[in-house]
């Protein structure tokens, strides 16, 4: 029996991976959003201290503190938002059929074929699994479009396919 799966590239799913691709691959960890937070909070608040005591210096300072790390916020969790709208992922559908020596990936009418020995990582989060074939791109297969099988299903059959070091799970 074959495990098929339909996954829609929506805004969410894509997003989704993003973020877990930069926090994987750029080291990136959960807790950096909460670091930004306040860090930029305590910044703004430096701010209004110092035009209040019209410490000039310190207000560039601060701006300019607040801007790089602005910055790096905006990047990993703003400007992808912004970028999927424009991008030829938009709502694009991929279909996966996962056979014994490999599978399959059905865009636009185009099927390819992968194999499981090649693929570089494969990542089990609670709402997908990223099967990376290279360090850079992932086939995203989400868990909610299973038309055969289940993510159970597959998660053990791609748990026997793979080596175990291959193979990863992250709760969130």
């Avoid at 909070?41 to 560039?60: C, M, P, Q, T």
């Avoid at 599978?103 to 989060?125: C, M, P, S």
């Avoid at 791109?137 to 479009?145: E, F, M, N, T």
């Avoid at 038309?147 to 396919?161: Q, V, Y």
């Amino acid at each position: 029996m074959d495990i098929i799966n339909t996954t829609t590239y929506n805004k969410d799913t894509v997003l989704r991976f993003q973020q877990f691709n930069a926090r994987l691959f750029k080291k990136y960890p959960r807790s950096t959003e909460v670091l930004f937070a306040l860090v930029i909070v305590s910044l703004i608040a430096g701010a209004f201290l110092a035009i209040r005591a019209k410490a000039w210096l310190y207000v560039l300072v601060v701006a300019f503190a607040v801007y790089l790390f602005a910055r790096r916020y905006y990047a990993l969790f703003i400007a992808p938002g912004k970028k999927f709208d424009k991008s030829s992922f938009a709502d694009l559908t991929q279909r996966y059929a996962f056979h014994k020596n490999g599978f399959t990936i059905t865009v636009n009418g185009r099927e390819d074929k992968a194999y499981y020995e090649r693929l570089f990582d494969i990542w089990e989060t609670p709402d997908a699994f990223y099967l990376y074939a290279n360090a850079r791109q992932a086939y995203i297969v989400s868990k909610d479009g299973f038309e055969s099988g289940t993510a159970e299903t597959l998660a053990a059959f791609l748990k026997n396919k793979v080596p175990a070091k291959k193979y990863k799970t992250v709760k969130r």
